[in-house]
């Protein structure tokens, strides 16, 4: 099973700053890699899939990166509907495996 | 607009069996993979279990292998799993989601909370 770690658990952060969030795979996952939003009470939403692409509807202010073994999504200038939790989840092998969170909270 | 409409979920005693259903509409339901992630309270999301467009392939977390099985009726546009033998560890909610191409979940239904107690 592939272990995603991501870091750091909390991020507190001011609204207009820049957040940087890691995620880690415990083996190379290629750029099968998907990061979700979840705020209190909601479904988690799609943001980012194949690592970089943005999923429909999503504001480019959302960006990701990495390939491999590490990844990077990163909220340009946090707004204040974007305080919630965030998951990376890889898909490259069975079973799938989302990472333990990341909650961006303000500062 | 893609639509998942679940229902089912509810108290249930350990040892105990119970079945969620996921009501698909927006999209052509057979064409795409399925699948259910759950959230224990307070923790993070874990994958159950997917299966295929026509229900041929099917895939399961070590934790529900043998207790738990997906399946979808296509002329209904519906996803089910049925929860056999539950544990307290089971006790979380339960979200069906839209698989794109065996991959990531591209949209995710209200979620529905299942607890295993007596």
């Known amino acids: 099973e592939i272990v995603m770690t991501q870091s750091p658990a909390t991020l507190s952060a001011s609204p207009g700053e820049r957040a940087t969030l890691s995620c880690r795979a415990s083996q190379s996952i290629s750029s099968n890699l998907a990061w979700y939003q979840q705020k209190p009470g909601q479904a988690p939403r799609l943001l980012i899939y194949g690592a970089s692409t943005r999923a429909t509807g999503i504001p480019a202010r959302f960006s990701g990166s990495g390939s491999g073994t590490e990844f990077t999504l990163t909220i340009s200038s946090l707004q204040s509907e974007d305080f919630a939790v965030y998951y990376c989840q890889h898909y490259n092998i069975w079973p799938l495996t989302f990472g333990g969170g990341t909650k961006v909270e303000i500062k | 607009e893609v639509q998942l409409l679940q229902s089912g979920g509810g108290l249930v005693q350990p040892g105990g069996s119970l079945r969620l259903s996921c009501e698909a509409s927006?999209?052509?339901?057979?064409?795409?993979?399925m699948g259910w992630v759950r959230q224990a309270p307070g923790k993070g999301l874990e994958w159950v279990s997917s299966l295929s467009g026509s229900g041929g392939s099917t895939y399961y977390a070590d934790s529900v292998k043998g207790r738990f099985t997906i399946s979808r009726d296509n002329s209904k546009n519906t996803l089910y799993l049925q929860m056999n033998s539950l544990r307290a560890e089971d006790t979380a909610v339960y979200y069906c989601?839209?698989?794109?191409?065996?991959?990531?979940?591209?949209?995710w239904g209200q979620g529905t909370l299942v607890t295993v107690s007596s």
């Open positions: 989601g839209k698989v794109a191409q065996w991959t990531y979940f591209d949209y």
């Open positions: 927006g999209f052509t339901f057979s064409s795409y993979a």
